[in-house]
């Protein structure tokens, strides 16, 4: 398929990153067909008609057109129902007002975490399930703020972390390189950690659509593989070629994959950031050479500037017994995780 320039809309794309994807197949940025440009005016003049004008840009028309197949009916309802669940959610306030103090403490149960670039320039995730504690986790937050993390991380790594890597790159880049280490993860913590990871993954595969690139299991125990060949006859056969199942022996592919100096130490790397790389967030979206304030941070910024009061998380979202914002004025314990990619499409 011949490389084209992607049709930008003037009302609704400006972009300060590439917009052609090195991705080479049908319905991808830079490689449409005419019926598929139509598809996305299609469905953005319909959404329009419906009353939206939030993220009708047409790298988004895209992903959730790929996620559906072209089909724009169905993808429409998918956008829609997107729309009522970021409203629900309080996402765009989320995203600007959410302080997750306890981020530090939440990490030493369930790290999860960006940590630069793969070989294709894109953000790297991180999940240690072997050191799962939901119990202890939750004496330190909630499951409503757990997951509150995870639709900020979601929105942060659309927007500063895939334009950065976008830009540094040169091409776009839309997707992450999962890593989910299953090291001493067994069937007691699977069950505990089942009913986080079912909501996180429901959120990523309907709101979120894809945003997967690579998912490597690490680590994986014996008789996993089974399991999942199982499981895999479920899922869309695009999915299944994302993921790879690795035992204990998993470096010489993930490395093939990872350069060396940018996957932690503790996964088989030479990196060892100061404090610790589940927390240093390090990457292409904290180099001045390639990051610029996200489109939320600029808005945000703007209402400060003209004195337009923020919203914040209103106590009465919270379940009983969440930390409201005085409390967090206090030394508190720590905070939970959020899993960035259970399974996302």
């Not at 609704?12 to 440009?37: A, I, K, L, W």
């Not at 334009?163 to 999962?178: H, I, M, Q, V, Y």
């Not at 994986?220 to 089974?226: E, I, K, L, M, V």
């Amino acid at each position: 398929m011949a490389t084209h320039e992607v049709k930008l809309d003037p009302k609704y794309d400006h972009y300060d990153f590439p917009t052609t994807s090195p991705n080479v197949q049908s319905g991808h940025p830079g490689h449409t067909t005419p019926e598929q440009d139509a598809q996305v005016f299609q469905l953005r003049t319909q959404l329009e008609q419906a009353g939206y004008t939030e993220r009708l840009d047409t790298l988004t028309m895209l992903r959730f057109l790929r996620a559906r197949k072209f089909n724009v009916e169905l993808t429409k309802q998918m956008f829609i129902n997107c729309e009522k669940w970021r409203k629900d959610f309080k996402v765009d306030d989320l995203v600007r007002n959410f302080d997750y103090k306890e981020k530090p403490q939440v990490f030493e149960y369930y790290p999860q975490y960006y940590h630069n670039t793969d070989k294709d320039g894109r953000p790297v995730y991180i999940e240690q399930l072997g050191k799962v504690d939901l119990d202890a986790m939750y004496k330190i937050t909630t499951a409503e703020r757990t997951l509150q993390n995870l639709v900020c991380e979601y929105e942060k790594f659309a927007d500063p972390r895939l334009p950065a890597c976008s830009r540094k790159a040169g091409s776009l880049l839309e997707t992450c390189c999962t890593i989910m280490d299953l090291k001493g993860v067994g069937l007691s913590k699977v069950s505990s950690v089942y009913g986080y990871l079912k909501e996180a993954s429901t959120i990523s595969q309907n709101y979120y659509p894809e945003r997967l690139g690579k998912l490597y299991l690490i680590n994986a125990p014996w008789g996993f593989s089974t399991v999942f060949s199982v499981v895999k006859s479920f899922l869309d056969p695009v999915t299944v070629q994302k993921i790879h199942v690795l035992g204990a022996g998993y470096q010489k592919e993930l490395l093939a994959q990872v350069p060396k100096e940018n996957l932690p130490k503790i996964l088989g790397g030479d990196c060892e950031c100061p404090g610790g790389c589940a927390l240093s967030d390090l990457g292409p979206w904290k180099d001045p050479q390639w990051a610029k304030p996200a489109a939320w941070e600029k808005e945000k910024e703007s209402s400060t500037i003209h004195n337009e009061p923020t919203s914040t998380i209103p106590t009465h979202a919270q379940p009983a017994g969440a930390p409201t914002a005085a409390d967090h004025e206090q030394p508190q314990a720590a905070p939970v995780e959020n899993p960035q990619a259970p399974m996302p499409s």
